[in-house]
């Protein structure tokens, strides 16, 4: 079945430094990739989408680019700010079929002053 | 828009009692999931409705959960006895029909605590 892989957190950094959080992906077909974030006390909300091979997917700073051949979608972000700390979800959309979305375990991203 | 609304935000009940949650999603989306967060389990997809219909509720965890969406505005997801373990922030999220990409809307959660 379709499985969403991401590191294992928390990932703690300084403010301005540079992220990335992994994402592997298994899945038949060609799925829709998503990063949500869930920031404390919140739902998740859609953080950025790619929906083909090679589309980079940015949103307030934060980017990830659809690997067909490696099967993943990593999160980068050049300068995180104390504000980006929040879990980070990496989820997939398989076509073909229900459309029902898998999701990661979510990666805790925690940025001090 | 609203976005999607749940209520009560926080539930606070006794070993055996009956618990309802309630969700209204954004307005033209066809799509409704309720979802489970628990730090053990992560996020676990509870049920899904598609036009008012349950699709999908091989997450639900055993008979003393229910969910019902009797119109395109309203789901509840019941719990009847409700237990200590069910004790966790429920989700829901709506999704539009007709799209492609299928991204989902969160609303804020209810937090339940059983004791």
């Known amino acids: 079945g379709d499985s969403v892989t991401q590191m294992e957190g928390p990932v703690t950094l300084s403010e301005e430094a540079f992220l990335t959080i992994n994402c592997t992906y298994t899945?038949?077909?060609?799925?829709?990739l998503f990063w949500y974030v869930q920031y404390p006390g919140e739902g998740l909300q859609l953080l950025l989408k790619?929906?083909?091979?090679?589309d980079k997917g940015s949103n307030k700073g934060f980017e990830a680019t659809y690997r067909k051949e490696t099967t993943s979608f990593h999160l980068e972000k050049g300068s995180v700010q104390v504000s980006d700390s929040a879990v980070y979800f990496c989820?997939?959309?398989?076509?073909?079929?229900?459309?029902?979305?898998?999701f990661g375990r979510g990666t805790s991203l925690i940025v001090h002053p | 828009d609203a976005g999607v609304i749940q209520s009560p935000r926080h539930e606070v009940t006794e070993m055996g009692q009956e618990v309802t949650l309630r969700c209204k999603p954004i307005?033209?989306?066809?799509?409704l999931f309720w979802y489970r967060q628990t730090m053990m389990r992560g996020l676990e997809l509870l049920i899904y409705?598609?036009?008012?219909?349950?699709?999908?509720d091989s997450g639900m965890p055993e008979d003393r959960f229910s969910a019902k969406m009797p119109n395109a505005s309203f789901s509840t997801l019941k719990i009847q006895p409700s237990e200590p373990r069910d004790s966790a922030v429920y989700f829901c999220?709506?999704?539009?029909?007709?799209?492609?990409?299928?991204?989902?809307?969160f609303g804020p959660g209810t937090r339940l605590t059983v004791t």
């Open positions: 999220a709506s999704s539009p029909s007709g799209s492609q990409i299928y991204e989902q809307y």
């Open positions: 899945a038949t077909g060609y799925p829709s």
């Open positions: 409705f598609n036009n008012n219909v349950p699709i999908d």
């Open positions: 307005s033209g989306h066809n799509s």
């Open positions: 790619a929906t083909k091979a090679d």
């Open positions: 989820a997939l959309s398989a076509s073909g079929g229900s459309y029902i979305p898998t």
